[in-house]
């Protein structure tokens, strides 16, 4: 199967190796996740497994999720995602899987999903890296513009903004992968994970890490 299991950024610190040398690395916490739903190719289509991570008020849950929680005698989650797999696996519905999965395949590096941090509102410095205007004396006050945007340089056809113009606009909570990070340390007592370097997303924000499909 794909190991995959969901977890919280907890944030970044550092680690000393043996002659002293600093590596920067990423806390996450990582689980428990309880398998809501197993799905296979007979039924579904697909192999898959429904992970449900982080308990929910049942207040603020409809009936449809604790029904389907109940299923796997567990309550409702905040968080519920899908899982895909190369085959049948072993897991039921109602296992719980932890940080130990890791070490018992003994995995070094892993891939790790998750949501960027929101800049609001950006403009072309900030968003692109565009270098700006000219800034010498006796150029108009607008030296972070993204300067003429309509030119048909670019292929050489016709008027007009061509797609994928790079421009000004909101920055940030995109879905992005960092892939092949390698794996410090695993602490299955406190269910922690010390990963190599950053990875995307706030502090507290959901994340998922799998084992990596380059490396290991």
């Known amino acids: 199967m794909t190991l995959a299991l969901l977890g919280t950024k907890i944030g970044m610190t550092r680690v000393l190796g043996e002659r002293g040398e600093a590596t920067p690395v990423t806390v996450v916490k990582v689980g428990p996740c309880v ?9 579904d289509g697909y192999d898959a497994l429904q ?11 409809t009936m449809p999720q604790i029904g389907h929680a109940a299923k796997a005698r567990t309550g409702p989650k905040r968080y519920i995602r899908e899982v895909r797999l190369d085959g049948p696996s072993s897991v039921k519905r109602g296992d719980v899987l932890t940080v130990e999965r890791f070490l018992e395949d003994e995995i070094t590096y892993v891939d790790v999903t998750g949501t960027t941090k929101g800049k609001g509102f950006a403009g072309v410095m900030k968003r692109h890296g565009f270098g700006g205007l000219c800034a010498s004396h006796g150029v108009e006050r607008k030296h972070r513009s993204a300067g003429s945007i309509g030119g048909h340089a670019d292929t050489g056809t016709g008027r007009g903004v061509k797609k994928g113009k790079p421009m000004a606009g909101h920055m940030g ?5 960092v892939s092949s990070l390698r794996l410090i340390k695993v602490i299955p007592e406190q269910g922690l994970m010390v990963i190599q370097g950053s990875v995307p997303g706030a ?11 380059k490396k290991g």
């Open 173 to 177: 909570t995109n879905r992005r992968t």
């Open 35 to 43: 398998v809501l739903q197993v799905k296979n190719r007979e039924t």
């Open 51 to 61: 992970l449900g991570f982080v308990d929910a008020k049942p207040h603020r849950s």
């Open 203 to 213: 502090n507290g924000s959901l994340l998922m890490v799998k084992k990596a499909k």
